[in-house]
Nanobody, 114 residues
Framework: QVQFVESGGGLVQPGGSLTLSCVVS????????LGWYRQASGKQRELLGV???????TYADSAKGRFTISRDNDKNLLYLQMNNLKPEDTADYYC????????WGQGTHVIVSS
C-alpha cells in the first residue's frame, strides 16, 4: 500500500517562504499523478495543485503564483515550495494521489504568524 511521509513544516512569519517534502513509498512513483492538500482548522480539505509523472503542474487559485510543486523521480520525493506566506496559509499540509487513497500520512503543520 502506498505510504506518505510529509516534513518541513514549522513557524514562519508572514511574507516568508517554506519548502515542504513528501516521501512517497510506492513502486511506480514515476507513473503517478500526485497532489498537495491542506486542511485548516474548521475548514474542508483543499487541493492545492497536481503534478503529472513528467513534472507538469497545475494549481488551484489559492496557490497559483505563490506555490510551486515539483518532484524527483529518482528519489520518490514530492516538494511544495511556498512563497509570500499569509496567515490564512496556516494549516496541516498533506501529499497524496490526484485521486487520494484513504491512508493519509500524518501531515506537516505550517503556522504563519508574526
Amino acid at each position: 500500500q502506498v505510504q506518505f511521509v510529509e516534513s518541513g513544516g514549522g513557524l514562519v512569519q508572514p511574507g516568508g517562504s517554506l519548502t515542504l517534502s513528501c516521501v512517497v513509498s510506492v513502486r511506480n512513483f514515476n507513473l503517478l499523478y500526485l497532489g498537495w492538500y491542506r486542511q485548516a482548522s474548521g475548514k474542508q480539505r483543499e487541493l492545492l495543485g497536481v503534478i503529472t509523472g513528467g513534472g507538469s503542474a497545475t494549481y488551484a487559485d489559492s496557490a497559483k503564483g505563490r506555490f510551486t510543486i515539483s518532484r524527483d523521480n529518482d528519489k520518490n520525493l514530492l516538494y511544495l515550495q511556498m512563497n509570500n506566506l499569509k496567515p490564512e496559509d496556516t494549516a496541516d499540509y498533506y501529499c497524496n494521489l490526484r485521486e487520494p487513497v484513504t491512508n493519509w500520512g500524518q501531515g506537516t503543520h505550517v503556522i504563519v504568524s508574526s
